[in-house]
């Protein structure tokens, strides 16, 4: 909903987006259907914002949507690895011996999706054919969709069609 870079507008233009979020993630809450997980740097937002993300109710039972505010995948990263090393600083390790212990599971284990699956099907909406930054570390062997509807406009029948183009496609996973 909010990427790293949306964050160089100007305060006016940011302050409305950030209102709409708010107002889009009480309605996804409301719903009971679903537990909205926040990922990004929740450090960049303001209080309120980071309140709201902090407030919102489980549904045990429900499937957990993230909602990307304040995300960046290259701030991810960063952030994953420097969890990682004050973690490892906390339980008494020097530098050397964090760094020999650093592998992909940890920096895993600390990114925002921690604990979650890496996607399979990656769908990018704006005719755009590029990441942007979106989880760059997950999406190491995602399948990509591109289409020309801008998310507010993207529908259920874009939806099928991207599914429809996954289902075709034969996975081999590195192998």
């Known amino acids: 909903m909010l990427s790293t870079d949306n964050f160089k507008r100007t305060p006016k233009e940011l302050d409305s987006l950030l209102t709409i979020i708010g107002e889009s993630v009480d309605e996804l809450s409301a719903t009971g ?17 980071v309140t709201k993300l902090q407030n919102l109710p489980t549904h045990p039972g429900t499937m957990e949507v993230n909602v990307a505010i304040g995300y960046g995948g290259r701030r991810e990263i960063v952030d994953a690895v ?3 090393l004050h973690s490892a600083h906390s339980t008494g390790k020097n530098l050397e011996a964090a760094a ?6 940890q ?5 925002y999706t921690a604990g979650q699956p890496d996607p399979e099907l990656l769908i990018r909406t704006s005719g755009e054919q590029r990441l942007g930054g979106f989880l ?7 399948e990509f969709y591109f289409c020309e509807a801008y998310w507010p406009d993207f529908r259920r029948v874009d939806f099928l069609r991207a599914l429809r183009a996954y289902s075709q496609r034969h996975r081999r996973l590195g192998r």
Do not use: C, H
């Not at 259907?33 to 914002?49: C, E, N």
């Not at 760059?136 to 995602?142: F, G, P, Y």
């Open 82 to 84: 420097k969890s990682y």
């Open 107 to 111: 920096i895993s284990s600390y990114l």
């Open 33 to 49: 259907r679903w537990t909205i997980k926040a990922v990004g740097a929740l450090d960049l937002l303001p209080p309120w914002m």
């Open 136 to 142: 760059l570390w997950q999406s190491a062997q995602s």
């Open 100 to 105: 020999a212990d650093l592998n992909i599971e």
